[in-house]
């Protein structure tokens, strides 16, 4: 069994999983996600995580890793995705994670308000983000789902000049109080 897995979608690199260092974040938006959950709380501190796409559940590996205590829950779309990770890329025994199978928005409001100290949408179908899961009601209800201070992180894909980028950054805005914009 190799120790690190690069998962491909339609030959996209999706997720890097080290199942020997789930601390290694090998693609940089990972790492940016990895420091902004670091921190939403003190170090070692449980946090409760909401994933909205799971992928080869980095992240979620991640925060189990240096969170050891954590509740997280990762919701994915894709039910074949979700069970070849579980074939290949098992997680631990240990870490609590549990994997959903759905659509991200369906889910985020059926959560009762206050659940998660994090929400990271990191949502894609082919190269885009569906257009239901950036619209201002899902923003609200990201923001409805944490409890206070909470942490609503969102991988944002784009290119020049930057159209899509720049509307979500204003939909967000739109319901946050403070922002912040992450980008290369």
């Given amino acids: 069994r190799p120790e690190a897995w690069t998962l491909l979608l339609d030959g996209t690199p999706q997720s890097h999983v080290d199942l020997d260092d789930p601390e290694h974040l090998e693609f940089e938006y990972m790492r940016w996600l990895g420091h902004l959950t670091d921190l939403a709380a003190p170090a ?23 969170r050891p205590r954590s509740s997280q829950v990762a919701v994915e779309w894709d039910a074949a995705l979700v069970e070849l990770v579980r074939q290949r890329l098992p997680l631990p025994r240990r870490p609590r994670v549990r994997v959903r199978v759905g659509d991200a928005r369906a889910v985020l ?18 190269a885009r983000t569906p257009a239901h899961l950036t ?8 923001a409805r789902a944490l409890r206070e201070p909470g942490l609503y992180a969102a991988n944002i894909g784009d290119g020049p000049p ?17 922002a912040c914009l992450i980008a290369e």
């Fill in 44 to 66: 070692g501190e449980p946090l409760r995580v909401l994933h909205l796409g799971g992928g080869g559940l980095t992240l979620a590996r991640y925060v189990a890793a240096t």
């Fill in 109 to 126: 409001e059926q959560v009762p308000p206050g659940s998660f100290d994090v929400v990271v949408a990191d949502l894609f179908a082919q």
């Fill in 135 to 142: 619209s201002v009601e899902f923003a609200l209800a990201a």
């Fill in 162 to 178: 930057l159209r899509h980028a720049r509307a979500q950054v204003a939909t967000v805005r739109s319901v946050f109080l403070d």
